[in-house]
C-alpha cells in the first residue's frame, strides 16, 4: 500500500506540474485526494479504515471514465451576438484573440470613415471585436 501512496502522490505532483489539474472538476480532485489519504492510511498500518476512501475514490474513478463524460465544463454558450460578430468578422468558432484583432484592423481599414466608409459600420466592426474578445478572454476589453 506505500507503493500505492507514493504513486498517487506522483500523479498529483505531475497534474499540478503539467497543468492538467486546472482541467479537472472539483469533484475529481477531492476524489485524487480521498484516495491518496486512503493509500496513506492503508500503509500506515489501519488497512480496513484506508482501504474505505480508496474504494469511494476507485468507484467514482470507474464510473467518471466508463460514462465518457467530457472531463471539462463546456464553456458559455455561444449567443446570437458572438456568432454575428464572427459572420462580420469573417471569423471562425476557434479564432485566437489575436485573430481576432488582425481581422478587426483588416476591415476597419477598409471601411473607416476616413477611407470613405460609413461611421455606423465601422461601430458594428468595433463592437464585433469587442464581443469577441469578451467572449474568448471572458474579460471586459
Known amino acids: 500500500m506505500g507503493f500505492l501512496a507514493l504513486v498517487l502522490i506522483g500523479v ?6 503539467s497543468g492538467k489539474l486546472s482541467r479537472m472538476t472539483g469533484k475529481d480532485g477531492m476524489m485524487l485526494g480521498l484516495a491518496i489519504v486512503g493509500a496513506v492510511m492503508a500503509a500506515r498500518g489501519a488497512r480496513i479504515i484506508g482501504l474505505v476512501p480508496l474504494a469511494i475514490a476507485a468507484i467514482y474513478g470507474w464510473r467518471r471514465w466508463s460514462t465518457g463524460k467530457p472531463r471539462v465544463k463546456a464553456g458559455p454558450p455561444e449567443t446570437e451576438a458572438v456568432r454575428e460578430a464572427r459572420a462580420l468578422l469573417g ?7 489575436d485573430e ?3 481581422a478587426h484592423r483588416r476591415l476597419i481599414a477598409r471601411i473607416h470613415p476616413d477611407a470613405g466608409g460609413t461611421q455606423g459600420l465601422a461601430e458594428k466592426i468595433n463592437e464585433a471585436r469587442s464581443i469577441l474578445l469578451q467572449h474568448s478572454t ?4
Not at 91 to 97: I, K, M, Q, V, Y
Not at 138 to 141: E, F, Q
Open 12 to 17: 498529483a505532483v505531475w497534474l499540478m506540474g
Open 91 to 97: 471569423l471562425s468558432a476557434t479564432a485566437t484573440p
Open 138 to 141: 471572458g474579460k471586459d476589453v
Open 100 to 102: 481576432i484583432r488582425a
